[in-house]
């Protein structure tokens, strides 16, 4: 990429929505040039833009789980777990004996609530499942490595960034709701008029109602990309175990890591999960005995090289 397609996904992981001609006004080029690039990176390197909501503002919670199996069910059972809705980054890790994924469920899940919680225990060909819940979120959603990659000045950063008050309390969500938040997961920059048609409602309700969703923090908008356009070609799974009363230092200073994109607090037998990005095993492994050695309180890590991706955020790609 050059600059201007980096400091246009920079941007549009910053603001999903923010229009081409504020893009282009801070790259120093026109509107045209910018709506150009984009349609490319979508048509040439699946780049796309998607609405997502935050799980905790809806009442529901985020999972990581790990699913061992024989080795020879992962790619199947990868690809039926990636065409669930509630799932995302659904990946086989460990030299192929795991499948490593997010899931989404109800905060009181319970049985049909939660089908691939429930029925994973069971299927066959799988050697075990571990759930760790996710307690705190250091970094992800709305931060990616497109966050801190590009060209664009903290000043330009701040700028774009949307101000957010997040709500109190779970919100209800109305029909229209869902069919808002369905259509902008498909194309975060879907126009009012096809979310007007999606929703049934008018273009002046749909965009008081976006704006009532973000700035809420309900609503976040994250970029699906190929993390080779930014040279990074591995990533890996981290799971570590840190002193309980060092917990939240060493999540906040993963966060700051430039190799990461999500970090957080988990029950389980380790209790902090990062997903890196490097640029090839060496590179992972000056990560591993450098900054991560650094983290206070680190009593173990065991790490999970990914070695096929099925499903990113919602795109399916194997």
């Excluded at 799980?55 to 039926?80: D, H, K, N, T």
């Excluded at 990659?149 to 969500?173: F, H, K, M, S, Y």
């Excluded at 902008?184 to 126009?191: I, S, T």
Aim: glycine share 10%; with cysteine.
């Amino acid at each position: 990429m050059d600059s201007v397609e980096a400091g246009l996904l920079q941007a549009l992981q910053i603001d999903g929505r923010v229009p081409f001609a504020v893009v282009g006004e801070l790259l120093g080029v026109s509107d045209q040039t910018v709506a150009r690039r984009y349609a490319r990176l979508r048509v040439e390197s699946g780049v796309r833009v998607l609405g997502a909501v935050w799980p905790e503002a809806v009442g529901q919670q985020l999972w990581l789980v790990r699913v061992r199996c024989a080795p020879e069910a992962a790619v199947g059972l990868a690809r039926a777990l990636a065409r669930q809705r509630e799932t995302s980054w659904v990946q086989i890790a460990s030299g192929g004996a795991e499948i490593v994924c997010m899931v989404l469920a109800p905060l009181d899940a319970a049985g049909e609530d939660s089908a691939v919680l429930t029925r994973l225990p069971r299927t066959p060909r799988v050697t075990g499942v571990s759930a760790h819940c996710v307690l705190h979120s250091f970094v992800g959603g709305q931060t990616s490595p497109l966050t801190r990659n590009g060209p664009l000045t903290p000043e330009q950063c701040a700028r774009l960034q949307p101000e957010i008050t997040p709500v109190d309390a779970p919100l209800e969500l109305s029909a229209g709701d869902r069919a808002l938040l369905a259509a902008l997961a498909v194309d975060g920059r879907a126009g009012l008029r096809a979310l007007a048609a999606a929703t049934g409602w008018s273009q002046t309700t749909v965009r008081r109602r976006l704006k009532q969703l973000r700035d809420s923090g309900t609503l976040y908008f994250d970029v699906d990309f190929d993390p080779a356009l930014l040279g990074l070609r591995m990533s890996a799974a981290l799971w570590l175990t840190i002193a309980p009363g060092d917990l939240a230092a060493a999540g906040t200073a993963l966060a700051r890591h430039e190799q990461v994109s999500f970090a957080a607090a988990t029950t389980g037998e380790s209790n902090l999960y990062a997903s890196v990005f490097c640029g090839g095993s060496v590179a992972l492994y000056e990560y591993l005995t450098g900054p991560v050695t650094g983290l206070p309180g680190v009593r173990s890590v065991e790490t999970a090289p990914s070695m096929r991706v099925f499903k990113q955020a919602v795109t399916i790609v194997g």
